[in-house]
């Protein structure tokens, strides 16, 4: 019997699905590389730059924003822990796909969330090499020059083992997580005391005279839903790494329990904060919020130690998806919807065929960065915004099915579980759908994005065409 039939037969409830992809890895990542993972995946450029000007449009309602988005951000990563609680695996929802909605639907999976990472990957790259340009000494370099060396740098991290890659993004994420702790210390002095920002008084003031809460109305607050969505986008990476991770049943609970607090504070305490701090008025998309704050405060050399952080956090998003896709990749590979050699393991047990596809996609966006070095953000952007959608979704409709099969004695449910199913998906299906409703109603960038879904679908369903005689091939039983 193929091991892909185990899942079909009530009489065979008790056996787990098995995943060829996930065999051959190491169990080097830690428990503090996985809680800083978490951390990591909750906290990025989106944040630490994208608010700016998201304050400036919607005002301190961004808090509301964050707060709500981050509630469904929690419950795509608690669906995915009580996934890996009940079947460890470094192909994450594409594995569970397999096993609940067929080859199909972790095809689609899989290059949807490629789709994301590699896109997403050629952003990073763009950010951090914009991000070095700050600094006169990098001033003179080409812009793809920086996002070479940014993309060949954390490359070879990634390709020599998995536990160089738990240790930069630990480091990474805890620069990111040090940096937010000095600006809520500070910022909630500044708050107490009253003290003088630029001839500005921090305290309620700065949101009651100047518009209240939602000083542009509720339909910007609405409008800017869409970036505070790809602020969250890498949470689902700690389910990844979950399948390289001695003890998950251990680990995971507790780093994904950790990602509701910490959102509710890094994320909405420091809107907050910031609201309080200045006027929203005093913030654009120019400039780090952050650093907006230490500038008036007159803190000398606040803005080169923020860009670092800003830089850090580009680097920590290039990474994770290097790390994930090369994971999800393998997995796909060994059932035959990916190109085999994205399926090889090195001696370091790295899917390097994998993380090699992906940088090759950051090697197109060094040529991008070449040739239009001003849109190019902006470009790959949009194409990200679809796939972390997409993959969210995913997320959401395995964990349906898994609801469903647990309800029929097929499998059992871990005690971890995502709390309120079925409705918890339902509603967080139907709140992904009304992203895509708000992102076409923006018109501009947002309608755009969303344009380009007829020739993603087309996409997949060509590559299905060419993959499926392979894929049915390898899932064929063997005497």
């Known amino acids: 019997m193929s091991d892909r039939t185990l899942t079909t037969a009530p009489a065979e409830a008790s056996s787990r699905h098995v995943d060829a992809g996930d065999e051959g890895y190491s169990k080097d990542l830690k428990s503090r590389h996985i809680n800083m993972i978490a951390i990591g995946g909750a906290i990025g450029t989106g944040l630490f730059l994208g608010a700016g000007g998201r304050l400036a449009g919607a005002g301190p309602s961004l808090a509301i924003a964050y707060a ?22 470094s192909g994450a929802f594409v594995s569970y796909a397999r096993e609940f909605m067929g080859e199909k639907g972790a095809y689609t999976a899989g290059w949807l969330y490629f789709l994301n990472w590699s896109t997403t990957t050629v952003a990073d790259i763009t950010a ?12 003179d370099v080409p812009q793809w020059v920086l996002a070479f060396i940014a993309l060949a740098v954390v490359l070879t991290a990634n390709l020599i083992s998995v536990k160089y890659f738990g240790e930069m993004e630990f480091w990474f994420s805890l620069v990111k997580v040090a940096a937010l702790v000095v600006f809520l210390i500070v910022g909630i002095y500044l708050v107490a005391t009253s003290h003088d920002i630029g001839g500005t008084t921090p305290g309620l ?15 910007p607050m609405l409008m800017v839903v869409q970036g505070v969505v790809f602020a969250y986008a890498s949470v689902e990476l700690c389910g990844v790494a979950a399948g390289e991770t001695e003890n998950p049943e251990k680990i995971m609970p507790k780093a994904i329990n950790s990602i509701m607090w910490r959102v509710g504070l890094f994320y909405v305490g420091s809107v907050v904060l910031l609201a309080l701090l200045l006027p929203y008025t005093a913030y654009s998309s120019d400039q780090s919020p952050f650093v907006t704050v230490f500038d008036k405060l007159g803190v000398p050399g606040a803005a080169g130690v923020m860009n670092l952080v800003v830089l850090t956090a580009a680097l920590s998003s290039l990474n994770s998806g290097l790390y994930s896709t090369g994971r999800i990749l393998r997995s796909m590979a060994v059932s035959g919807s990916a190109p085999k050699f994205t399926g090889v ?14 940088a090759a996609f950051g090697v197109a966006g060094v040529g991008l960065n070449a040739w239009m070095p001003g849109e190019a953000f902006e470009i790959v952007l949009n194409l990200a915004s679809i796939g972390i959608l997409g993959t969210w979704a995913m997320v959401m409709i395995c964990s349906l099915f898994f609801w469903h099969r647990s309800k029929s004695g097929l499998v059992e449910r871990p005690a971890y579980r995502l709390p309120w199913a079925p409705y918890t998906q339902i509603v967080t299906l139907v709140f992904l759908v009304t992203v895509l409703v708000l992102m076409w109603s923006d018109g501009g960038v947002g309608r755009t994005t969303v344009m380009f879904l007829p020739a993603i679908a087309a996409a997949l369903v060509g590559g299905w065409f060419l993959v499926r005689r392979r894929v049915a ?6 005497d």
Request: proline letters at 6%; hydrophobic letters at 50%; one cysteine or more.
């Open 68 to 89: 709500v988005c981050g509630v469904f951000a929690f419950f795509v990563v608690r669906a995915l822990g009580e996934l890996v609680l009940y079947r460890p695996s």
């Open 128 to 139: 951090a090499a914009t991000y070095a340009h700050f600094w006169s000494m990098f001033t």
């Open 205 to 219: 003031a700065n949101i009651t005279d100047n518009g209240g809460i939602f000083p542009t109305g509720v339909l």
């Open 345 to 358: 393991m090195n001696k370091g047990k790295v899917p390097y065929g994998g993380v090699l596809f992906t």
């Open 473 to 478: 091939e390898l899932a064929a039983p063997r």
